[in-house]
């Protein structure tokens, strides 16, 4: 079984390449059964959770990890990955800094797929 370390590095790695250049490919990462909370709003299910993500209101966005935590997550082989960081969308110069958990599992054929997925901006203050 791969490093619990070294795949939430990557899925890391690839989730955030693919939300700043193309979101509709971040679907393949969700199932059915994933949930999204996005700033206190929940959707459930993988059409659901994309259209939610390509309908946000900007059109670049560049994410800036700055620090990335992983736990091995019950019997099935999970993995609980807990992102902080800072994000530019558009022209805006000042980065917003954010907090986004995934809970990953199996899919069964040599990958991970995303059950669940929390991101809240943290506003200083």
């Known amino acids: 079984m791969a490093d619990f370390q070294e795949v939430a590095k990557s899925f890391v790695n690839f989730y955030y390449g693919a ?7 971040l679907s393949a ?13 929940a959707v459930l ?6 259209a939610k993500l ?3 209101p900007f059109q670049k966005v560049a994410h800036r990890i700055a620090t990335l935590d992983a736990q091995p997550s019950g019997e099935s082989g999970g993995i609980m990955v807990m992102v902080t960081g ?3 969308v558009d022209e805006e110069q000042n980065p ?3 907090t986004q958990t995934f809970q990953l599992l199996p899919d069964g054929a040599g990958s991970y797929f995303v059950l669940n997925d929390i991101f809240r ?5």
């Open 29 to 41: 990462l969700y199932r059915p059964q994933s949930m999204l909370t996005f700033e206190g709003a």
């Open 96 to 98: 917003m800094n954010y």
């Open 19 to 25: 939300f700043d250049q193309n979101r509709p490919s």
């Open 54 to 56: 390509v309908g946000l």
């Open 86 to 88: 800072a994000l530019l």
């Open 45 to 50: 299910g993988e059409p659901e959770i994309v």
């Open 121 to 125: 901006l943290v506003y200083a203050g």
